[in-house]
C-alpha cells in the first residue's frame, strides 16, 4: 500500500483556514480519496484533553516553553494514534495546524528558544512532516477581527496585537526558509476565491 500525504494548513488567528479546510475535504472526498480531517492542538482523545489545558483560561497561564512542551506532549498522541496510521493505509491527512504553529506561536510570538523547538522535531516528529503546509496569511488586525466576530478559543487571541504581528512574520518566514514544502495562500479575499488559490496548489503540488 502507499503511504498517503499529509497537508498541513496554519496561519494566525481568523485566517479562514477551518473553512477551507472542510472544503477541501468535500473536494477530496467526492474526487474518491480517503481522507481524514483533524487538527492540533487535539485530534485524539488524549490530545483533546491536553486541548483544554492550552486553550482555555489567562493568556499567562503557561510560559511559551511549557506552551512548547504540552503541544509537543499532545503531538507526539496524535501522530501516533490518528496520523501515522492513517498514513500507513493510504489515507490523505488534512490537519488543521501542525508543528508550524508551535514554531509561530511559542517560537516567533513567545520566547521558546528555536534549539529547544528543533530537537523536539527531531525527537517528538522523527521525520513525520507534511507533505504540503499551506500557509494563510492575512494582516494581524483583520485577522483578530474575524476572530473576535466568530467567538471560540480566546486565550492565544488575547495576546496583544504585537504578539500576532510576530506570529505573522514567523510564518512567512518559515514559508520563505522552506518553499519546496510550504505555500503562502492570500486569506484576504472571499472564500471562493480563496478556495480557487486552495486548490490550484494542492492539485499542483500533489500532481492530482
Ligand atoms: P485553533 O484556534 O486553530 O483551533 O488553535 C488553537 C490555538 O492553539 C490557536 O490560538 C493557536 C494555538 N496553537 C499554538 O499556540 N501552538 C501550536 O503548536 C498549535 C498547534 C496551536
Not at 493505509?89 to 495546524?97: F, H, Q, S
Not at 466568530?150 to 500576532?164: I, P, V
Amino acid at each position: 500500500m502507499m503511504r498517503g500525504s499529509f497537508i498541513s494548513f496554519e496561519g494566525g488567528e481568523g485566517a479562514g483556514k477551518s473553512t477551507q479546510i472542510r472544503r477541501l475535504a468535500d473536494r477530496l472526498t467526492a474526487a474518491g480519496f480517503d481522507v481524514v480531517l483533524t487538527r492540533e492542538p487535539g485530534g485524539s482523545p488524549g490530545a483533546e484533553s491536553i486541548r483544554e489545558l492550552l486553550v482555555n483560561g489567562d493568556a499567562d497561564r503557561w510560559s511559551p516553553v511549557t506552551e512548547t512542551l504540552l503541544m509537543y506532549a499532545a503531538r507526539r498522541d496524535h501522530l501516533e494514534r490518528v496520523i501515522r496510521p492513517a498514513l500507513d493505509r493510504g489515507a490523505m491527512v488534512l490537519c488543521d495546524r501542525f508543528a508550524d504553529s508551535t514554531r509561530a506561536y511559542q517560537g516567533a510570538g513567545g520566547d521558546a528558544p528555536a534549539s529547544l523547538i528543533a530537537a523536539l522535531e527531531d525527537h517528538v516528529l522523527a521525520g513525520s512532516i507534511p507533505d504540503l503546509t499551506l500557509i494563510f496569511d492575512i494582516p494581524a488586525t483583520i485577522g483578530l477581527d474575524r476572530a473576535a466576530s466568530r467567538g471560540g478559543a480566546a486565550r492565544f487571541e488575547s495576546k496583544g496585537l504585537d504578539f500576532h504581528e510576530r506570529l505573522r512574520a514567523g510564518f512567512l518566514a518559515i514559508a520563505q526558509k522552506e518553499p519546496e514544502r510550504c505555500a503562502v495562500i492570500d486569506a484576504n479575499g472571499t472564500p471562493d476565491l480563496v478556495f480557487e488559490s486552495v486548490w490550484d496548489v494542492v492539485s499542483t503540488r500533489l500532481s492530482l
